[in-house]
């Protein structure tokens, strides 16, 4: 059974640091690219970052640019979603989607909030 347990989540000041970490299993994770996206309310969610199969390679949004680092562990089957320099508009819930094999498979979320 396919899982992408995101946790990490939290409320945090403006200006403060959170790490996000999704837990993967039930298929080949280091065949599969693994992406971050965010959702908040009456919008449509938004990607956030993303990292190749084997983690050389990654690409962030150009709203999180320089703020935030994806990386990826094929052998804990990890991808973290490092956050720093958090702004209100940072805020949502923030989902991990693992791509591959002709398939994509999404987490439940985590919710970020970033308010004073």
């Known amino acids: 059974q396919v899982q992408l347990v995101e946790s990490g989540g939290g409320l945090v000041q403006p200006g403060g640091s959170l790490r996000l970490s999704c837990a993967a299993s039930?298929?080949?994770?280091?065949?599969?690219?693994m992406n971050w996206f965010r959702q908040t309310p009456g919008k449509a969610r938004e990607f956030v970052a993303a990292?190749?199969?084997?983690?050389?390679?990654?690409l962030t949004a150009a709203s999180v640019k320089g703020r935030f680092a994806i990386s990826k562990d094929n052998t804990n089957n990890t991808v973290d979603l490092q956050m720093n320099s958090l702004k209100p508009e940072d805020t949502g819930v923030y989902y991990c989607?693992?791509?591959?094999?002709?398939?994509?498979?999404w987490g439940k979320g985590t919710q970020v909030t970033v308010s004073s």
């Open positions: 989607k693992a791509v591959g094999e002709g398939k994509n498979y």
């Open positions: 990292i190749t199969r084997g983690g050389a390679d990654s």
């Open positions: 039930g298929f080949t994770f280091s065949s599969y690219a």
